[in-house]
């Protein structure tokens, strides 16, 4: 085990980078709500999914809506359905690790154990340190921001809550720019371009004229859900018709 931390440490040092720091914000982002100083650390430990436990941090100041937030987690963790059925073939021999590397499979450990696997390495071993280090950095974040911000000022918190979306910002233009590049090498359309962009950007403006600030978010992510698997059922639909 201790060969496989050896190896993977370095392939996961983009993440720690990213993984600290908005782990910090999330930290300082909840105690600028009020919440209890382990409450941010318990939700890294046990709920592990950033863009969720950002979302959930004006929502847990309010009344308690058990229905809402749980509709709202699976909207906003649902992409998971889709690549982690991906990961079990590989998975699938890594015994008592199994549950674990199920529930800590995030969008960043995955676009690392989905690479080839370095030799010299057990496929359990290695996708278990790559999975607990990237936790460890997060839980890692959210322990410094919390501590920060008991010791910050409220008034120097302000906006400390919008890094999740500039990070999502960055994502997405990468993203698309990424996408535009390779319809230019003619390796997808211009469809598979503006889809996700265009479902993304129209559907949620669209959700938040019809039904308000309130509840656009979850609208919006059913929305694009609905989308998504309209979309990858028709071009299956087109493969089977191809074949």
């Known amino acids: 085990m201790r060969n496989g931390f050896r190896t ?18 999330f930290g300082v982002a909840m105690r600028s709500q009020g919440h209890a100083p382990g409450l ?14 950002f979302a959930l941090v004006e929502p847990l100041t309010r009344n308690f809506a058990p229905v809402m937030i749980l ?34 499979l995030t969008d960043e ?3 690392i154990v989905c690479s080839d696997m370095p030799s010299g390495v057990s496929a359990a071993s290695w996708y278990t340190a790559v999975s607990l280090l990237d936790q460890i950095y997060w839980v890692l974040g959210t322990i410094l921001g919390t501590i920060a911000g008991g010791m910050l000022p409220l008034s120097a918190l302000n906006g400390i809550d919008f890094s999740m979306t500039a990070l999502f910002t960055v994502i997405v ?3 698309t720019t990424n996408a535009i590049s390779r319809c230019r090498r003619g390796e997808i359309g ?19 004229l019809v039904v308000g600030r309130e509840h656009f978010l979850l609208v919006s ?4 859900l609905s989308g998504f698997t309209v979309r990858y059922s028709w071009e299956k639909g087109k493969e089977a018709r191809g074949a």
């Open 8 to 25: 993977a440490f370095p392939y996961t040092l983009p993440v720690m980078a990213g993984y600290l720091f908005l782990g910090i914000a």
């Open 109 to 111: 450990t995955y676009s």
């Open 190 to 208: 211009w469809d598979e371009v503006l889809f996700a962009p265009l479902l993304g950007g129209a559907g949620t403006l669209l959700c938040l």
């Open 40 to 53: 941010g650390i318990l939700m890294s430990v046990v709920i592990y999914g950033g863009s969720l436990q």
């Open 221 to 224: 992510m059913m929305l694009m």
């Open 71 to 104: 509709m709202l987690s699976c909207m906003i963790q649902a992409r998971h359905l889709f690549y982690g059925l991906t990961m079990l073939p590989h998975y699938r021999k890594t015994g008592k690790a199994l549950p674990y590397l199920i529930f800590s």
């Open 173 to 175: 233009t990468d993203q």
